[in-house]
């Protein structure tokens, strides 16, 4: 079964499941990887502040890099010109490869020049080290803002995704611009595989909550990075593409949004404190 995938603007492919991997790691992050790229996933996302790269890019060692789309992420704090470079080298370094397919600015700090950020960003892209460039936790003014700036494509938004926090303005906000939307959390944390409606549906396709929840956001184009500790709901949590929801029960999904987010408070009013801005 292959996995379909979005077109980012540069024509690169974004395969629509990818393996998650934040506050895994040692050898928990190296069989969740290996069980992902063993099986359906040819995708695979983290970040220098989830601290298992180097873990991660000892697993990669063993596959085709042409053959999976990996990505990373600079920290808020590391978000000034020098710091981008060097912070991209060190994942890049840690990872074992020369090139990330797709390098978002984790959080947006806005103690920190957004120009200088991007203009970095556009001497990875054009050095090769970077082949798309994308943002994470930006809101749709965040977003316009990098949209104005950027001389390279926004490929790419990652945010928090699922039935319970469905954020219909940024997404569409996103697909207005040709922003792919990437959904991390698309299991709410497993908060949302409890909801009375997603069970329901589990039951009457004879899937797993997990399933419908990831099926769903799949079908909204979105990409989902579910994570996990399990190799067994690694492999079945990327069985999504040979069925599909019925057009009435993906429409009872998507009358479940509660706005409620499991870790993205902050996207609500962005005035309390600012993820990573005094590191
Ligand atoms: N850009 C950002 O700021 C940001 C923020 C959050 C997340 N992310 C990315 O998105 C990825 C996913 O988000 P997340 O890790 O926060 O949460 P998530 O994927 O929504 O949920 C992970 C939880 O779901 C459980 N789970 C997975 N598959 C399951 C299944 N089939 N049945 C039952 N439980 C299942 C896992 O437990 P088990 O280990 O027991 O399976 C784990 O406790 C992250 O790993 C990271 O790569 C990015």
């Not at 695979?44 to 789309?69: H, K, M, P, Q, W």
């Not at 397919?101 to 001497?123: C, G, K």
């Not at 706005?259 to 990573?276: E, I, L, N, R, S």
């Amino acid at each position: 079964m292959s996995v379909p995938s979005v077109t980012l603007p540069s024509g690169d492919e974004m395969p629509m499941i990818g393996v998650g991997t934040w506050d895994i790691d040692g050898e928990t992050v190296q069989n969740s990887v290996r069980a992902g790229l063993d099986g359906v996933y040819t995708h695979v996302d983290t970040a220098e502040g989830y601290r298992n790269e180097s873990e991660i890019g000892e697993v990669l060692a063993d596959y085709d890099r042409e053959e999976f789309f990996l990505t990373s992420k600079v920290l808020p704090g590391n978000l000034d010109y020098d710091s981008v470079i060097e912070a991209c080298e060190d994942s890049l370094d840690r990872l074992g490869t020369d090139y990330l397919d797709l390098y978002l600015i984790h959080w947006p700090n806005p103690a920190i020049s957004l120009r200088e950020t991007l203009n970095a960003m556009e001497t990875l892209h054009d050095d090769g080290k970077v082949r798309n460039v994308g943002v994470s936790n930006f809101s749709a003014y965040q977003l316009s803002n990098a949209l104005h700036i950027a001389d390279v494509p926004i490929a790419v938004n990652q945010i928090e995704f699922h039935p319970w926090f469905q954020r219909p303005e940024l997404v569409e906000y996103c697909r207005e611009n040709d922003v792919a939307v990437e959904a991390a959390a698309p299991l709410a944390r497993t908060d949302v595989l409890g909801d009375d409606t997603v069970e329901d549906i589990a039951e009457n396709y004879d899937k797993t909550p997990a399933q419908v929840v990831l099926r769903w956001a799949v079908e909204e184009s979105v990409v989902v990075i579910p994570k996990s500790s399990s190799p067994d709901h690694i492999e079945s949590n990327g069985q999504l593409f040979d069925w599909e929801l019925d057009e009435d029960d993906h429409q009872r999904l998507n009358g479940i949004d509660r706005d409620q987010p499991v870790y993205d408070h902050p996207a609500k009013d962005w005035t309390g404190d600012v993820y990573g801005i005094a590191e």
